[in-house]
Every structure is written in C-alpha cells, then in structure tokens.
C-alpha cells in the first residue's frame, strides 16, 4: 500500500458524534487525498491537499472537514456523524497531478454509523 | 458533465479463460487513463496509465487498450486465475482539471471460479 496507513481501520459509532479518521504517509508526496466508496458508487472526492495547510474541497464535501498540519498526516472529521455516513473511506497520495505520476490508495477505514 | 462508464458490472468466467473489460468516457479535454484492480476489503492498486498518444499498454497477463478517438477503453486479461477475482476500475483524468480532476467509473466486479 505504498507507505500508507489509516487508522482506525474499522469504527462503529453512533448518529451525532464526532469522528476523527487519520491518514499517515512515509513517501512524502505533496498531494493528499480523502474518498469515499459506496455500492452504486465509484470513488468519489471529499476532501484533498496540495500542501500543509492547502486544502480544498471536492465533490462530496458536506459534513466534513480536513486538516493537515504536517506532511504525513492527512485528518478526516465528521463533526456529527450521520447514517448517510457510513461508508468506506480510503485516502489516496499522489507526488505530482502530471502524467505518468499515479494515485496510491491506502487500506480504507470501513466506518459505521448507527 | 464528465463520466467513465464501465461494463459488463459484473463478470463471472471460468479460470483459464480471457476475458475482456470495457470503458467508455466523455471526460474532456483528455490527459490519461488509468485502470485500477481493487481486491475486496483491500484499496485500489494501478494496473497501468495511459495517454492519448498509447494505444495499448501491458502488464503481465494484463493488457489495456485505449481508442482516444471514440474514447473507450479495454482491459484484456489472459489466462485468468482465482487471484484476478476482483473489482476492476477504470478512471479517466482532464487535463484541465487540478487535483479534483479524476473522474472514477463504478467499476466491474469480475469473479474466477475454479
């Protein structure tokens, strides 16, 4: 999984709670990225950085927020969890936007919502 | 709008045989195209990228092909085994775009029976 990792990997938790999911990186790459995968679904955009402290918005925004204070670490937080929340959630790194630089995805964090 | 459109949505053949994946996309202006294995509870993995200029690109027992004109694109896989079983993603980036600018396809879940 190229040198990420995503705890936790797996969180039940309860409608109204906040939640933290953390993506860590050894390969240094500027870009960072949070996805969510649903069933019906292809991957879809919900937070991304290009640098400590840039961060912008994508898709599937609402109801989250990101932080990145370093370069290793990309943050995730559900401020107050919803059922429409549950879902699959993989963060993904990049070196450069540029062809032939690639996306590598981490292991996901399956989260619940009850 | 920008989509990636992928069939069949899934696959059921016998080990041994080949099969073929199929994309299509109206993602412009086109840079490249990536195609992703995604084995279940695991994140995606690249299994190549290819610009406008590539027509057909291989890796091991897989080969994909890219018709920039109609704008489709095929992943062949040779030989099949029980370890292609798999979801199989294709995901097509505009050369516009920053790093929001990847539109992902649902995806094809393909299954090798013994």
């Known amino acids: 999984d190229a040198g990420i990792t995503q705890s936790p990997r797996h969180k039940v938790t309860e409608t109204g709670t906040p939640v933290t999911l953390r993506c860590h990186q050894t390969?240094?790459?500027?870009?960072m990225y949070w996805y969510r995968q649903d069933p019906g679904h292809g991957l879809r955009l919900i937070h991304y950085s290009y640098g400590v402290k840039d961060t912008d918005k994508g898709e599937v925004s609402d109801g989250y927020s990101v932080s990145r204070s370093k370069t290793e670490d990309f943050l995730l937080t559900l401020e107050s969890a919803t059922s429409s929340q549950t879902s699959v959630y993989f963060c993904a790194i990049s070196e450069k936007l540029s062809y032939p630089y690639e996306q590598y995805f981490g292991p996901g964090t399956r989260l619940t919502v009850t | 709008k920008n989509q990636v459109e992928q069939s069949p949505q899934s696959l059921i053949i016998l080990e041994g045989k080949n099969c073929t994946l199929q994309?299509?996309?109206?993602?412009?202006?086109?840079?490249?195209l990536r195609w992703y294995k995604q084995d279940t509870g695991r994140g995606p993995v690249s299994l190549t990228i290819?610009?406008?200029?590539?027509n057909t690109k291989s890796n091991g027992r897989y080969t994909a092909t890219l018709d920039a004109d109609t704008k489709q694109s095929s992943l062949h896989i040779t030989a099949s085994q029980l370890s292609d079983s798999a979801s199989y993603i294709c995901v097509v980036r505009n050369s516009g775009g920053g790093a929001d600018g990847l539109t992902f396809g649902k995806g094809t879940h393909l299954i090798i029976q013994p």
């Open positions: 390969e240094n790459h500027r870009y």
């Open positions: 290819m610009t406008f200029s590539e």
């Open positions: 994309c299509n996309y109206t993602v412009s202006p086109f840079s490249n």
